[in-house]
């Protein structure tokens, strides 16, 4: 899996531009961000250790790994869950084919 | 404690009331205005229609419409009446503008002051009434030590620590989740610390952070663990976590004040 960050560290699945700067992820990260959609993974914030976010508002983000949704996280969910439905559906789909082929 | 309730109106500072909204287009001249007691300064630059005191998102906003968080605990909670007794807890705020629900920032003038909005949990020894904390290990153990003016946590053995605030919360309108933490001693698995909103706390090794999670590692001296909260939405409530693991240790540190603004 790769992530890209952009200098407001949102993240981005691909960098065609070549205008966003590649992670390297922590365990942490790659647990969080593992078997999320693309929807969800884009939707996420991912400030690296070390690092400073600044935010709109003036506030502060320093020091360790932070991750967090920069799109609204109800949006981040629905894509999830409508994600993980479709891999089931694709799935039981699957099973059912291979099943009817041990039934001929 | 009194429940709030959703009150709408326009202006305030009149004969019955004990507040006014005012609008100021930069913080520079929020600072430098001193109005009356119970004052809110909102920072917009889009006029101000109406204002809306309510726990969730009111249903018929206008453009310029304030919608001010309520809950049940602020530090900047006020008699809302001149005369009778009606406490806002407010938490926070948002504008709707161009037809949607946009952050502003905005202070109450107390006491000479302007303060910001914040919904304190836990402070210095006490906990906002009806909150508490808890703590689970898998095959450790965590404990909690309420000390006068601080609590300890500390998480012991080979194993995962949860530590919790019950009841959950509901984070939708907030900005910032933050914890005060000083004195860490003893070492903790690196890389491994978390803090953030929970869904879920059964299991301290698998504990849930679905939004994300600000980590953490042995610290010095005083620090504050801060989570963003502004994209946040919806009506599911969380817990207030913090999760870590020790390999044949013990990692303890004291909690001063946990809050969300």
């Known amino acids: ?104 | 404690m009194s429940e709030t309730v959703p009150i709408y109106g326009f202006g305030g500072g009149g004969a019955a009331l004990n507040f006014d909204v005012k609008q100021y287009t930069t913080e520079s001249q929020l600072s430098a205005a001193k109005p009356k007691e119970n004052t809110i300064g909102v920072i917009t630059t889009t006029a101000i229609t109406n204002w809306h005191f309510a726990a969730e998102q009111p249903g018929n906003m206008v453009n310029g419409d304030v919608w001010f968080h309520t809950g049940t605990s602020s530090t900047v909670a006020f008699n809302a009446l001149k005369k009778n007794n009606v406490t806002v807890y407010p938490l926070g705020l948002k504008q709707y503008v161009n037809g949607a629900l946009v952050d502003v920032s905005g202070k109450i003038y107390q006491a000479g002051i302007w303060k910001d909005f914040e919904t304190v949990l836990y402070d210095s020894g006490r906990f906002a009434d009806g909150f508490d904390v808890d703590a689970k290990s898998d095959s450790g153990s965590a404990s909690v030590t309420k000390n006068a003016d601080s609590m300890t946590w500390e998480g012991r053995g080979n194993a995962w620590h949860i530590f919790y605030i019950t009841p959950k919360i509901l984070p939708s309108g907030h900005k910032t989740l933050k914890m005060l933490v000083e004195n860490a001693s003893g070492s903790m698995d690196s890389n491994s610390g978390k803090f953030g909103i929970a869904s879920s706390v059964d299991s301290p090794d698998d504990v849930e952070f679905p939004t994300g999670y600000q980590a953490f590692s042995k610290f010095s001296g005083q620090k504050i663990f801060a989570f963003d909260l502004t994209a946040i939405t919806g009506s599911t409530e969380y817990y207030v976590a913090l999760h870590f693991g020790t390999t044949n240790s013990t990692f303890s540190f004291d909690v001063k004040k946990i809050w969300l603004e």
């Open chain 1, 1 to 104: 899996m790769k992530i890209y960050i952009d200098t407001e560290f949102c993240c981005h699945t691909t960098n065609p531009n070549g205008a966003f700067r590649e992670v390297i992820l922590s365990e942490a990260a790659l647990v969080f961000f593992s078997n999320k959609c693309t929807a969800f993974i884009e939707g996420c914030r991912l400030k690296p250790e070390g690092e400073t976010w600044i935010r709109e508002d003036g506030f502060v983000f320093s020091g360790d790994e932070m991750i967090t949704p920069w799109k609204p996280y109800d949006e981040l969910a629905a894509a999830q869950a409508q994600y993980e439905a479709d891999l089931a559906e694709a799935a039981a789909a699957y099973q059912e084919g291979v099943n009817s082929a041990y039934d001929l």
